[in-house]
């Protein structure tokens, strides 16, 4: 008896060009309107409530972390005033919405790739299919709209969390007031900021929710593939969303010195 061969992963572009064209897919559905609204709220408790309490945790010791190094080397220059200006433009703008997205995509991500490619495996997907039902409208959808959400809703309290670990911090460890410490961070992050923060949770959402769903849905073979399909699709959109927050950031933040 001749042993069974076992297909091969898709290959990296394979899977790019069919994440390329599900996202156009999700747009258009998006502007005709189809939604699934009874599905998009089960997904947002997994993709909000049930991530709620790691993002907060890293958020929190983040913030604690960033400040007691930022606020080491400008206290040697006599620059305590700055710390929360410090914290403003580099927690809140960069740090905040990238490890949002990274537990986001961690946490839902994988287990919207691994549940997709269960049902690949098993055939529910051409199940669908014969019941004349399309897998983005069931489940792509749902799914995607549900992390572009969520994840701006998340980072908004990881925000919060976060400036609250580098009060405490502050005042802790360099007896900086937290009056002085958030009046800093007040000056320096603008109103239009936190909109880009929003901006920038959207679609490390989208970026999130594609990913993990179209990696899920390419995926062949045997049980195996579905656990490398997800570690696989972590690993892509981690480093799509610190591709994404580069261009995101110098389309947003940079000023040019010409004005």
């Not at 620059?79 to 929360?84: D, L, M, N, Q, R």
Request: charged share 15%; proline share 4%.
């Amino acid at each position: 008896m001749e042993p069974i061969e076992e297909k091969r992963d898709p290959s990296l572009w394979y899977r790019l060009y069919c994440a390329g064209l599900m996202l156009g897919q999700v747009l258009w559905r998006l502007l005709r309107g189809k939604l699934r609204r009874d599905q998009i709220t089960e997904q947002m408790l997994t993709a909000g409530p049930k991530a709620l309490v790691p993002v907060l945790l890293v958020a929190f010791f983040g913030g604690m972390i960033f400040t007691i190094q930022t606020a080491r080397e400008l206290t040697t220059f006599g620059a305590e005033s700055f710390v929360g200006g410090a914290f403003a433009i580099a927690f809140c703008r960069e740090l905040a919405p990238i490890l949002t997205a990274s537990i986001i995509a961690g946490q839902v991500g994988s287990a919207f790739a691994a549940e997709l490619g269960s049902m690949k495996i098993t055939e529910q997907i051409d199940a669908l299919y014969m019941l004349r039902s399309n897998p983005v409208d069931y489940l792509v959808m749902p799914r995607v709209v549900a992390c572009c959400l969520m994840l701006p809703i998340l980072t908004v309290f990881a925000l919060v969390v976060g400036v609250i670990g580098g009060t405490g911090a502050a005042y802790q460890f360099y007896d900086l007031a937290p009056i002085n410490f958030l009046t800093s961070v007040q000056t320096f992050l603008q109103p239009r900021d936190l909109i880009n923060v929003g901006v920038k949770g959207i679609l490390f959402g989208l970026l999130v929710g594609i990913i993990g769903c179209s990696w899920g849905l390419t995926t062949v073979g045997s049980t195996q593939q579905v656990g490398r399909s997800a570690t696989s699709a972590v690993v892509t959109t981690w480093i799509g969303i610190f591709m994404l927050d580069f261009f995101l950031s110098l389309l947003l933040f940079h000023q040019s010195p010409l004005g």
